[in-house]
């Protein structure tokens, strides 16, 4: 089984930043990789980045291009979104999710998710 615990989220006004961090243990996966997702409320799960763990390959959805950056820590199997110049858009929980193989931007492609950290951008 995978366990995934995600920090770092909270209250910011428009243009701050926030540093996500996702941990995870337990994973037993010779090639996987880790995405970040966010749910606003009456909105559907979207796709916000991904790594592929072991190549450093990254991929992000057009919403956050530019502001967002997506790493790695592998000796501590760690995940981290550095999210900067924030707008009210990008509040939503934040989610961690992993699955084996190479990246996807699909939820249904992840099989393990934490469970979620609040972003609240202000106006």
């Known amino acids: 089984q995978v366990q995934l615990v995600e920090s770092g989220g909270g209250l910011v006004q428009a243009g701050g930043s926030l540093r996500l961090s996702c941990t995870a243990s337990g994973r037993t996966f010779s090639s996987y990789a880790m995405g970040w997702f966010r749910q606003a409320p009456g909105k559907e799960r979207e796709f916000v980045a991904a790594?592929?763990?072991?190549?450093?390959?990254?991929y992000y959805a057009d919403s956050v291009k530019g502001r967002f950056t997506i790493s790695r820590d592998n000796a501590k199997i760690t995940m981290y979104l550095q999210m900067n110049s924030l707008k009210p858009d990008d509040t939503a929980v934040y989610y961690c999710?992993?699955?084996?193989?190479?990246?996807?931007?699909?939820?249904?492609?992840?099989?393990?998710w934490g469970q979620g950290t609040q972003v609240t951008v202000s106006s």
């Open positions: 999710a992993t699955k084996a193989g190479g990246l996807r931007v699909g939820a249904l492609q992840y099989d393990y």
């Open positions: 790594i592929n763990w072991n190549s450093g390959s990254t």
